[in-house]
């Protein structure tokens, strides 16, 4: 009897350990109020949809990054206004329908024609050269341009892209057979896709469950199911990471490593991430019209120092907007922004700045370590003889007359410059949307022979030339690339990875390994 008993509690533990690594449970700082990948673009969202949803063209995530087949086994750009596509057979919806040529014509045109207003703004920061979609009559999908697009691949592989069930969600409100705002709201908070998760709860603000969805059309997703709780304090999720409450926790600054690094159960994982933090500064407000004064406010910061003080030297600072993930975009021998405090004062003179007050807005906790860096540019500010002021607030001012200067983010949406100062500072962008950037038509003359040239090299220099504009007449300046960490139990493997944008939290097969495996 005692070999079988102890055989019995054995399978029990095993049991128990297997049941648990089917359950990944994520502490979160941040979370949307909605999710739908064709408006979203924030920070907070932009991490969760990569585990339901999938696009046409996918990257090699976990490899190369180059480009890789998804919704799409294959495609062609058979002129420099037309891409076609061969979709994959045997793809499945979470509401159990099949995907078809259809159901990807209306994820595309949703875009590329849109009704709703929030797909509007992506429209135009994005997908403006992109005029249709249509199905072919042996069941592939034609897209066209109303000029030459030198990024076909890269701007449809985006999350903006993704591809959505016509038939669920036009037929979540109102006519099923009709387009109507309430339709798009209602997707936003029970959403479909193909992805390799569903997503099976969603309480906004609060938590989001993912379920493993069994007819994925690729490699089975690695557990049956993630839970991602809201905890926006850093401290609330250290501690629910060491007491075991959940197994992996977002948006660990550097000063922060030794909580969880220094518990042998534990472990981070971390990255400079592809995103800047910015200061965007209103160049439409009375007290900022004068270039001079923002020349002078963004030459009075060291951001050496703020990296080295609140990043411990891991993040990164920029000389200009580039990231290294732009490929042959990739320009760091430009000197856009640098410190020079003797300048900023030479500035501030010439310009007669009376020393009026100069606010700066920031949310408390919304970027990591953005408060701090706040205070300390302030002080910086103080060196050089600007009055500055914070304003701690939970509104988003960046649309606001009255907002002077506040942080900001300018993320990578897709690996080009176009995908991150060009999607925030291009004409007709949403900083001149706000009326706080201004454009003129030699910048828009510009803008055009880099966003259209079909010559990398013209690109550059075009991209050159918009830096020089920036330079002298600023409307932003990229603090640093922050160094992003993830803690979690030491028996789970999982790492960012450098071809995502910022901060998904990939759980698809080959990204992570599960706990107790």
Request: one cysteine or more.
């Amino acid at each position: 009897m005692k070999p079988v008993l102890l055989g019995a509690i054995a399978a029990a533990v095993l049991a128990a350990q297997a049941a648990s690594a089917q359950e990944l449970r994520v502490g979160v700082q941040n979370m949307n109020s909605y999710l739908d990948p064709g408006s979203d673009h924030s920070n907070a969202g932009s991490q969760y949809y990569y585990n339901s949803f999938d696009t046409l063209i996918e990257r090699d995530h976990g490899g190369s990054g180059d480009f890789v087949p998804g919704l799409a086994t294959a495609w062609e750009i058979v002129s420099p206004q037309m891409i076609e596509f061969t979709l994959r057979e045997g793809v499945r919806f979470h509401d159990g329908s099949a995907m078809t040529a259809e159901d990807v014509v209306f994820s595309l045109n949703r875009m590329f024609s849109p009704t709703y207003p929030p797909y509007l703004v992506r429209k135009r920061d994005r997908l403006g050269n992109f005029t249709r979609a249509e199905a072919t009559e042996d069941g592939k999908v034609r897209v066209y341009t109303a000029r030459s697009e030198p990024i076909f691949e890269t701007l449809l592989s985006m999350q903006q892209t993704m591809i959505v069930p016509k038939g669920y969600l036009m037929g979540l409100t109102g006519h099923p057979e009709v387009d109507e705002v309430a339709d798009y709201e209602a997707f936003g908070l029970a959403p479909v896709g193909t992805g390799p998760y569903r997503i099976a709860e969603f309480v906004p603000g609060e938590r989001i469950v993912y379920e493993r969805f069994e007819d994925f059309w690729g490699e089975t997703a690695p557990y049956e199911r993630v839970v991602a709780t809201r905890i926006p304090e850093t401290v609330s999720r250290v501690t629910a990471l060491r007491s075991g409450e959940v197994d992996m926790i977002t948006n660990l600054a550097p000063d922060q490593l030794e909580l969880v690094d220094g518990d042998p159960n534990l472990k981070t994982a971390g990255s400079v991430t592809p995103l800047f933090h910015v200061m965007i500064m209103n160049v439409n407000h009375p007290e900022l019209e004068d270039p001079r004064i923002r020349r002078a406010l963004s030459l009075a910061i060291d951001r050496d120092l703020l990296n080295e003080a609140l990043w411990l030297g891991m993040a990164e600072v920029p000389s200009t907007h580039t990231m290294a993930e732009f490929g042959e975009l990739y320009m760091p021998e430009l000197d856009t922004f640098r410190y020079d405090p003797d300048e900023a004062r030479r500035l501030l003179e010439e310009a007669g700045y009376d020393g009026a007050t100069i606010t700066y807005d920031t949310h408390a906790a919304y970027y990591t370590n953005g408060l701090l860096a706040a205070q300390a540019i302030m002080e910086m500010w103080d060196a050089v003889g600007v009055n500055g002021e914070i304003n701690v607030t939970e509104s988003w001012t960046t649309c606001v007359p009255e907002m002077m200067t506040r942080n900001w983010s300018n993320p990578m949406y897709f690996a080009d410059p176009f995908g991150s100062f060009g999607v925030m500072w291009g004409p007709g962008g949403p900083s001149e949307s706000c009326d706080r950037f201004n454009t003129d038509e030699d910048y828009q003359e510009t803008w055009e022979r880099f966003r259209f040239s079909a010559s990398v090299d013209e690109r550059r220099a075009a991209y050159a030339e918009l830096m020089e504009t920036i330079e002298q007449d600023p409307p932003v300046l990229p603090l640093y690339r922050p160094y992003e960490a993830w803690g979690m139990r030491a028996d789970i493997d999982w790492q960012p990875l450098p071809t995502h944008i910022p901060y998904v939290l990939d759980f698809r097969a080959g990204r992570i390994t599960p706990v107790a495996e």
